[in-house]
């Protein structure tokens, strides 16, 4: 999928909460709080993790890790070959596509300096337990962007698996991608490359289990 960095950045908002953020705090409320956190965490230190990639990484991965729910979509993500795949290997993709999401988010929002964010009425139910979140950004540039997360209640919290951007879903996105790439090099194939895209990513994004997401 391709964006603007700054929408890029925008992802991340969908996935923070305060530290006392509870199942009662409403999804949309969870967005409202995550955008002032993100440019109080990024704000005065933009110049120094400009400079310092991995120290950006890390505040992203303190940030994103509990608030991301890796194993749903890590499993929509691989869709069939989900079932196919060993509980390892299982593993090994979510925290790879993590690690590689960790280092878009971080990319992101460097560019990011506080574009305007609208947030719409929730749509689906509550109670099911499932909603999307719907957003409108304007970017410095006056142009309204439909920025959507689609959200779930895990743990006791609401937590992003999806965004979706001008109507493009990156889980139904990167679904059509991999399901090719599991076609033509396996399993394996596909998760060794994808590791080795993403390997340069502190260690501190693989501290939790990938199953445990």
Request: hydrophobic content about 40%; overall charge negative.
């Amino acid at each position: 999928m391709h964006t603007d960095t700054k929408i890029a950045g925008l992802l991340l908002w969908a996935l923070m909460v305060s530290a006392n953020a509870q199942a009662t705090t409403g999804p949309d409320e969870v967005i409202r709080q995550a955008s002032n956190e993100v440019l109080a965490a990024v704000n005065d230190r933009r110049n120094e993790l400009q400079d310092n990639p991995d120290q950006l990484y890390e505040l992203v991965d303190d940030i994103l890790l509990p608030r991301f729910d890796r194993r749903y979509t890590g499993g929509l993500v691989m869709g069939k070959y989900w079932r196919k795949a060993t509980d390892e290997q299982r593993d090994r993709f979510i925290l790879a596509l993590y690690r590689s999401l960790v280092k878009t988010y971080a990319n992101g929002i460097l560019d990011y300096r506080g574009d305007e964010l609208t947030i719409l009425p929730v749509d689906g139910d509550l109670e099911s337990g499932k909603v999307v979140v719907q957003t409108r950004v304007t970017l410095d540039t006056g142009v309204e962007t439909p920025v959507d997360y689609r959200m779930r209640l895990t743990d006791g919290q609401w937590k992003a698996y999806d965004v979706i951007i001008e109507g493009i879903s990156y889980v139904a996105n990167y679904r059509k991608q991999y399901s090719s790439e599991f076609r033509a090099k396996g399993i394996d194939g596909v998760i060794k490359e994808l590791e080795a895209k993403s390997g340069d990513v502190p260690a501190e994004a693989s501290t939790a289990a990938a199953g445990g997401q």
